[in-house]
C-alpha cells in the first residue's frame, strides 16, 4: 500500500491527558500537512512542513499541540492535556512539493474521543 | 473563519440525476479551486480541480463552472450513481498562502438506486 498511513485510526482518552498520532506519507512526498475535521465540517488546516521545516502553523493550533517531522520523513502531532473540545478527526495528507495547488493525498485519519 | 461558503448543506436525487454544488468564495485572491469527495471513515480525495483562469473543467462525469466576477464556482455530476453517494467539499488556495487549503463546509449527496 502507498498511500498515507495513519495511526492509531481510534483513540479514546481521558481529558488532561497527551495522546501523539503519527503519520507515515507517501514516500518522497516533501510536503506534509495537518487537517482537523469535526463532524459535519469540511477540514480545517492546522500546519504544514516542507521536508523537515514546519513553515506554517494556523492559530487554531493552540501551545497544547506540537507537530514534529524529525528527517522530513514521518510525523507526529502530540496534544498535551487533552481538552473535550479536541474531540475531532485528525488528518494527515502529503504532497509532491512541486507546484502551488497540487493534489493532496489524505490519509484515513485518527479519530480522538476525549472523555 | 469559513472564506469559502458551500451549499446545500445535503442532497438527494435520483440515479441518473445531475446534482449541483455550489461555492462561493469571500474578498480574497485565490490560485486554485479543487473539490474533493469523502466516504464515510475515509478522508477526502481530490476529484477535479480549477484555476481561476478558465471558466469550465470537465473530467469524466464531474464539471466545474467557475465565475469569477461572481467569485462562485460549482459541481455538476452527470448521469450520478448510487456509488457516487459522499460528502463533497469545496475548497481554495489563497494567493501567497503557499500552501493551505481553505474547505468549505460539505454537501452531503444521496445518489437513489
Known amino acids: 500500500d502507498t498511500g498515507v498511513s495513519q495511526d492509531p485510526r481510534h483513540k479514546i482518552t481521558k481529558r488532561g491527558q497527551n495522546v501523539t498520532f503519527r503519520c507515515d506519507p507517501i514516500s518522497e512526498h516533501n510536503r506534509l500537512y495537518w487537517y482537523r475535521q469535526t463532524l459535519g465540517q469540511g477540514p480545517e488546516f492546522l500546519t504544514y512542513f516542507q521536508n523537515e521545516a514546519q513553515l506554517e502553523k494556523s492559530r487554531l493550533l493552540s501551545d497544547r499541540f506540537s507537530a514534529e517531522r524529525p528527517k522530513g520523513s514521518f510525523s507526529t502531532l502530540e496534544i498535551q492535556r487533552t481538552e473535550q473540545g479536541d474531540s475531532a478527526m485528525y488528518l494527515c495528507?502529503?504532497?509532491?512539493?512541486?507546484?502551488?495547488?497540487?493534489?493532496?493525498?489524505f490519509g484515513s485519519g485518527t479519530q480522538l474521543s476525549v472523555l | 473563519q469559513q472564506q469559502v461558503k458551500q451549499s446545500p448543506q445535503s442532497l438527494i436525487v435520483q440515479k441518473g440525476g445531475i446534482p449541483i454544488i455550489n461555492c462561493a468564495y469571500e474578498?480574497?485572491?485565490?490560485?486554485?479551486f479543487p473539490w474533493y469527495q469523502q466516504f464515510p471513515g475515509k478522508g477526502p480525495a481530490l476529484l477535479i480541480a480549477?484555476?481561476?483562469?478558465?471558466s469550465e473543467k470537465k473530467e469524466g462525469r464531474f464539471t466545474i463552472s467557475f465565475n469569477k466576477s461572481a467569485k462562485q464556482f460549482s459541481l455538476h455530476i452527470m448521469d450520478s450513481q448510487p456509488g457516487d453517494s459522499a460528502t463533497y467539499f469545496c475548497a481554495s488556495v489563497p494567493s501567497g498562502s503557499a500552501r493551505q487549503l481553505t474547505f468549505g463546509s460539505g454537501t452531503q449527496l444521496t445518489v437513489l438506486p
Open positions: 474578498n480574497t485572491a485565490f490560485d486554485y
Open positions: 495528507a502529503s504532497s509532491p512539493g512541486t507546484t502551488i495547488g497540487e493534489k493532496l493525498f
Open positions: 480549477i484555476r481561476p483562469d478558465v
